[in-house]
C-alpha cells in the first residue's frame, strides 16, 4: 500500500480518537460548568473563521459579493439559506465575472 494510504488512515484515526476523546472527557461530569459550555458553543464560529478568513484575504471581487451577500442573508434567515445564497452569488459572480 501507498504512503499516502496510510498517512489517510493515519489522519482518519486521530481525528476519530479527539473526538471520542474530547466526548468522553465531558461525558464523566454530571454538570458542565456555563464557561466551558460557552466555550464549547464558540467552536463552530471558531473553526468557521479559521477556514474562511485565510479565503478572504486572498479573494476577488466575486468572493467579496458572496461574502457581503452571505453576511446580509446570515441576519435575517437561518444558516441553510445563507449557504445557498452565498454559493449561487459565487457561482453567477464567477461566471459573469471572470
Given amino acids: 500500500m501507498s504512503t499516502t494510504f496510510w498517512i489517510i488512515i493515519a489522519g482518519a484515526v486521530a481525528t476519530y480518537l479527539t473526538r471520542v476523546g474530547g466526548h ?8 458542565v460548568h456555563p464557561r466551558v459550555e460557552a466555550g464549547l458553543n464558540a467552536v463552530p464560529a471558531a473553526v468557521l473563521t479559521t477556514l474562511v478568513a ?3 484575504l486572498g ?20 444558516l ?7 454559493a449561487a452569488v459565487l457561482i453567477l459572480a464567477r461566471q459573469f465575472a471572470g
Avoid at 479573494?59 to 437561518?78: H, N, T
Avoid at 441553510?80 to 452565498?86: C, H, I, K, P
Fill in 24 to 31: 468522553l472527557v465531558i461525558s464523566r461530569f454530571d454538570n
Fill in 54 to 56: 485565510p479565503a478572504a
Fill in 59 to 78: 479573494a476577488g471581487p466575486p468572493e467579496w459579493a458572496a461574502l457581503i451577500v452571505a453576511a446580509a442573508v446570515s441576519l435575517r434567515g437561518g
Fill in 80 to 86: 441553510m439559506s445563507m449557504f445557498l445564497a452565498g
